[in-house]
């Protein structure tokens, strides 16, 4: 090996234990829902695009560590430059579009809409991770898509052109989803980390002088509450695809929607309507199934080639 060049970070192995993996999912929605009711809450005061670049500042400073070359924890070498690249273009839009959705939007209505990011990997794990989808799973993607439409209700009254950035938003998130799984077990989760936050800092950067508010200290507080709560559900998330497969942890990545919820109505005073309950209700039953078909995907996987002879 050439004396200019190093190894990349070794990630360490993948393990199959999902109820740690399960455990580390249910942290992630606590500190990922607290991030966004802060987000909501510091939106009537600052533009979206400050709020963003405040969290990706602390998330950057967060992991300063990580991007030191003298440092015992730095973590920039990596194998899959491209792909941790446009992971953290897609972390950023992510972020930056829900932000820009919940000025106008109910948090709960935000948020159901966006846990459509699951269903959304359906169709993107046939593109980039070469995956065969049933026509069941199909069917449950449809069904979730009609769970949108209903939250959303277009055509009527009730429809705010704002709906549509949790929805790309949720996008953005599948994206990134599948990225962490293309990486999961060849990067460190501290890679992934550091890498996003250069990126997003980087481009919200170049954007935020033209909307620019002065921060109050007020806002400064709650804008650092946003990025350590954002940095911490994103670093545990990571974590968790180390120990159990996305099929496992879907399910209970759904209980985000229970957290705002609460927070939503103590904080905001906003009871979600029946319509934004039935919808949520059924892109998190379309979620589980597809889930449950992933899961049962595996087994069958698993035991055709248990049954294979060696060569």
Known sequence: MPANKQPANTAPARADRPFRGIALILASTVFLGTSDVTSKYLSKTLPSIEIAWIRFLIFALIMLPAMLPGSPLHSLRTGQRPLQLWRGVA???????????????????????????PLIVTALSILFLGEKVGLRRWIATAVGLLGVLIILRP?????????????????AWAFTLVMTRMMSGKEHAATTMAYSSIVGF??????????????????????????????????IVVL?????????????SYTQLLWVSILGFFIFGEVPDVWTTTGAAIIVASGLYTAHRERV????????????PNP
């Open 91 to 117: 972390v950023l839009s992510s972020s930056l579009l829900f932000i820009s959705g919940l000025r106008f939007l109910p948090i709960a209505e935000a948020s159901a809409t966006s846990f459509v990011a």
């Open 297 to 308: 995907r595996r087994s069958e996987v698993l035991v055709q080639a248990a049954r294979s």
């Open 202 to 235: 980087a481009i919200i950067t170049a954007l935020v002088p033209f909307v620019w508010v002065t921060p109050t200290w007020h806002d400064i507080l709650f804008g650092t509450l946003i990025g350590i709560a954002s940095t911490a559900g994103q670093w």
């Open 155 to 171: 055509g009527t009254g009730a429809f705010h052109v704002a709906a549509f950035f949790p929805l790309v938003s949720a996008t």
């Open 240 to 252: 968790a695809f180390r120990y159990a497969d996305a099929s496992v942890l879907a399910p209970f």
